[in-house]
T-cell receptor, first 116, second 111 residues
Framework: GAVVSQHPSWVICKSGTSVKIECRSL??????MFWYRQFPKQSLMLMATSNEGSKATYEQGVEKDKFLINHASLTLSTLTVTSAHPEDSSFYIC????????????FGPGTRLTVL | QKEVEQNSGPLSVPEGAIASLNCTYS??????FFWYRQYSGKSPELIMFIYSNGDKEDGRFTAQLNKASQYVSLLIRDSQPSDSATYLCAVNRGSNYKLTFGKGTLLTVNP
């Protein structure tokens, strides 16, 4: 299956700072990447879809100016949480789309963000 | 109506028993159905996927799909304590569509 890495695996920051999370595809080229957020004891919620060479597509209710998503290359997608606040503390996970004929619906290992 | 519904549990079974996890979905256009296992603090890991009506077996796991009833289930035979986790059901309309997740069912397997 597709291998995806995320960095950092966890981060603690002060309120008001910005945090960048990287998602790298290690053994394939990804023109698209899905970004999810999961609050404790909640399910995964799709935040946005990054697209290489074009703007990200955001889900309804997700603030575009707060969650900056960039698909810099075919192997790198980033999520930047700007001016983070405690309510942004969550588990952020990226996932590449599955290939057309396979079952590969694998997630990255996730990034735990804690905003103090 | 929620798009993907699961009993939140917790579901508790003794070691060696069969654990049965259920999921219903509302989108009749759904084509692909996935079961993920998520340990606390970890990312979900794919256990099974199913596309066609009927049963699909993989080791101790069996996924069952009934598109007419919009129902998908996961059976875990010979449950082990290491199976204790939250099980997430997810559906989509195809590989290029977003996955929609249920809230998950917490399974506890007691030694």
């Amino acid at each position: 299956g597709a291998v995806v890495s995320q960095h950092p695996s966890w981060v603690i920051c002060k309120s008001g700072t910005s945090v960048k999370i990287e998602c790298r595809s290690l053994d394939f080229q990804a023109t698209t990447m899905f970004w999810y957020r999961q609050f404790p004891k909640q399910s995964l919620m799709l935040m946005a879809t990054s697209n290489e060479g074009s703007k990200a597509t955001y889900e309804q209710g997700v603030e575009k100016d707060k969650f900056l998503i960039n698909h810099a290359s075919l192997t790198l997608s980033t999520l930047t949480v700007t001016s983070a606040h405690p309510e942004d503390s969550s588990f952020y996970i990226c996932r590449p789309p599955g290939l057309a004929s396979t079952d590969t619906q694998y997630f990255g290992p996730g990034t735990r963000l804690t905003v103090l | 109506q929620k798009e993907v519904e699961q009993n939140s549990g917790p579901l508790s079974v003794p070691e060696g028993a069969i654990a049965s996890l259920n999921c219903t979905y509302s989108d009749r256009g759904s084509q692909s159905f996935f079961w993920y296992r998520q340990y606390s603090g970890k990312s979900p890991e794919l256990i099974m996927f199913i596309y066609s009506n009927g049963d699909k077996e993989d080791g101790r796991f069996t996924a069952q799909l009934n598109k007419a009833s919009q129902y998908v289930s996961l059976l875990i035979r010979d449950s082990q304590p290491s199976d204790s986790a939250t099980y997430l059901c997810a559906v989509n309309r195809g590989s290029n569509y977003k996955l929609t997740f249920g809230k998950g069912t917490l399974l506890t397997v007691n030694p």
